[in-house]
Every structure is written in C-alpha cells, then in structure tokens.
C-alpha cells in the first residue's frame, strides 16, 4: 500500500476519533437527534405510501421496487448529511472569516483536510433506518438480493458518494467568488430530495437534467436497479463514467477556486 495512502488513511481516522468523541460528550442529545433523525426517515416514506394506495405500480415501478429506490436514497442521504455537508458547510464560513488559511498551511492536501474536518456521527441512525428498509422492501418482494447484485451495488455506493461529494465541492468552490451561497445549498437539497422517486416518474426535460446535468438517476435508480439485478452494462458504465468525470470536474474546480482565493485578510 503506498506511503501516502496510509498517511491520509490515519488522517482520516484521527478525524473520525475526534468528530465522536465530541459527539458522545452529550450522549443523551445524540440519542435524541438520532430517534428524531428515524421519525423524520418515517415521513419520508408518507408521499409514496399515499400514491401507491392508489394504484399497484407507478412508472412501471411497483410499490417494493420504489421501496429499494427509497432505502437507497435514504442511505445517500444518512453520508451526505453525516459525512459531506458537515465538513463542506464549514469551508464556507472559513473562507469568509479567514479560518481556511490555516487550513491551506497545514503539510496535507487542502481539499482532503476541509472533506474531513466534520462528521455528525449520531446520521448512523439514519443509515439503520435506510438499511430497515431495504430488508423490508426484499421481504415485500419475496426475495433476497443476489450476491453479485449486492456486490455491485457496494461499486456504484461508491460512485454515488463521489457524485453527491463532487456536486457539493462543486457548490462550495461557487462561495470563493460568491462566499454566500446558501441558496445554492438550498437548491441543492431540494433537488437531491426528488432522488426519492425512481427516474421513470420524471419525463422530458427533467428526467434529462436528473440524468445528466444533476444526475439523481445515476446515484439512485441505477444502484437501486442493480440489487433488483435489472441494471444493463451499459447503464453501470454510464454511472461509473459520470461518477469519473464529476470527480474530476470538481477537483479542477476547487484547485481553481484556491487559486483565485486570497485570504479573509488581503
């Protein structure tokens, strides 16, 4: 494993030690944001109880198969909000307060260090419930995921957190010229909400910019469709490339914005 690997590896990790020590200094608070994190999870699932009491499929999806698309949006959402919007949320406020000099003198890769700066450790308990109802939606379908799907699944898992990571630094490097973007963020959430729904229910012109310009379809439906084991090749390799080519765009982005940033001080 090489040497720089295993230096960023341990950085990580002392990280993680620090965001839950002091997360677990008030145990009775991250036990209560964690049982209103599973009630909010519970309301989540209302919109589609209400459609499907209707009708036996929507979209060609039927009601255990929007299911999957839900636990998979709801475990997205449970890294977004535990592991990525925490640490990225505070780039904004260094920027406009100067705290992100010390950062940029520190002997580590900048976008590394401000990526990890924050985890909210209690967003396991949202990773549970997403996990519930993935069990759940299986059971519904009489069956259980098969190996390879599953393995695959935890692929594209990857792929989607670097598509959901590679918007948000997207979204932050914006705040260097603009250093207010709460509406971006905003516009963020409300869109990346809409993953709950299976790509299928959109049509036109937004099912083109949930596919390709803000690519809920690859970061929901197709992981969603692979553990139902329906995903083609060609799709799989649609979400690996756009997974590939956000990343990419993201880190020219931000080593943009560094290069235009000038301190809180100049």
């Not at 937004?206 to 992981?223: N, Q």
């Amino acid at each position: 494993m090489p040497p720089v690997f295993l230096r960023y590896a341990r950085l990580l990790r002392t990280q993680l030690s620090i965001a839950s020590t002091l997360a677990m200094q008030y145990r009775f608070d991250f036990v209560l944001k964690g049982v209103m994190a599973l009630f909010w999870m519970a309301l989540t699932m209302v919109p589609l109880l209400v459609v499907y009491a209707q009708r036996t499929s929507v979209a060609g999806w039927t009601y255990p198969e929007a299911l999957v698309v839900l636990g998979w949006f709801a475990l997205l959402k449970s890294i977004l909000d535990g592991g990525v919007t925490p640490s990225l949320n505070m780039v904004v406020e260094g920027i406009r307060t100067g705290a992100l000099d010390f950062v940029l003198l520190k002997p580590a890769d900048a976008q590394f260090l401000v990526s990890t700066a924050r985890f909210e450790p209690w967003r396991i308990f949202d990773l549970i419930g997403s996990l519930v109802i993935l069990v759940y939606a299986f059971r519904r379908l009489g069956h259980a995921p098969a190996p390879a799907h599953v393995a695959a699944a935890f692929v594209l898992l990857a792929v989607a957190v670097l598509l959901l990571y590679s918007i948000w630094i997207l979204v932050v490097s914006a705040s260097f010229w603009v250093v207010r973007v709460d509406n971006l963020s905003y516009l963020f959430g409300s869109l990346f909400d809409a993953g709950r729904w299976p790509i299928d229910v959109f049509k036109g012109a937004l099912r083109f910019v949930f596919t390709f310009v803000f690519p809920l379809a690859l970061m929901t439906t197709y992981p969603a469709l692979t553990l139902l084991g329906k995903l083609t090749f060609g799709s799989a390799a649609l979400v690996v490339g756009g997974g590939l080519a956000f990343t990419a765009l993201a880190r020219l982005a931000w080593r943009g914005a560094i290069g235009f940033y000038t301190s809180a001080s100049s």
